[in-house]
């Protein structure tokens, strides 16, 4: 069951795009929504921030500021739960972001996070350290979602490793919500083709509407599981997250770095 919905609040325009992801899951699984805010603390501020030494009163004024913001970024977040006639809470804390996101999220069934797009420069980002560490599951939420619907036809891609295992497993409040559930296994030139046989049977025990479907070998396993999901008009994809490590998937181009990036699909990971 998919009971508690964790939603990072920022002042970045891509907050917005998890609101109403948050609104549209909530009103799905009839969940309870939370909305997080982590305000710098000013001490972190005077010690961090890459200019000229400033006057403790500048800092204590650009805190207040963000103070005054972040109320008015919760009061939004407010109105379109309230609006949705969705349970919700907010919460304010200062501190690290990361550190304090992390420690919400293991209280949540899932979190919305942000595609990006992984180089080689950005290889220990806050969201793909988000994946990492939170140890439960994350949605992350394209630029431009093609669908208005979140997990109607999913594309589960199955390779058999404890990632996708994972992330498999921990989706069945979707799977078995889904009108349809197609579970793809895209060989790579080194390793054998996985069956989808017995996955398909593990997940029709759920009462998912599931089929198999398997592509056999590809040269670039993650444009052929996008495409498949082109093609099945998919708006979900389920994914294990960083089966290698991170450099060397944004090194070598790994199916979670292009999938974590792909722009029109939300992917639903666990590590």
Partial sequence: MLKSILVPLDHKSTSERRIMAATTLGQKFGAHIQGVHVLPTLEHMMQTIPYMPYAAEVYQQHHKSLKKQAKALLEHFEHAM???????DRVLEEGDQDSIYKFYSRCADLTLVNQEDLTVGSILNQMSSFVLGSGLP???????MLFPTIGERILVAWNDSAQCARATHDALPFLCEAERVTVLSVGEYDKDQVPTTDICQHLSRHNVNVEGREDGV???????????????????????????????????GGVTQRLFSNKLLPVFLSH
Avoid at 82 to 88: E, K, M
Avoid at 139 to 144: D, T, V
């Fill in 218 to 252: 590809a040269d670039n396993v993650a444009e052929t599981i996008l495409m498949a999901a082109e093609e099945l008009n998919a708006d979900l994809i389920v994914a294990g997250a960083w089966g290698h490590s991170r450099i060397t998937e944004v090194i070598l």
């Fill in 82 to 88: 309230t609006g949705a006639a969705l349970n919700y």
């Fill in 138 to 144: 994350v949605m992350a939420l394209p630029e431009n």
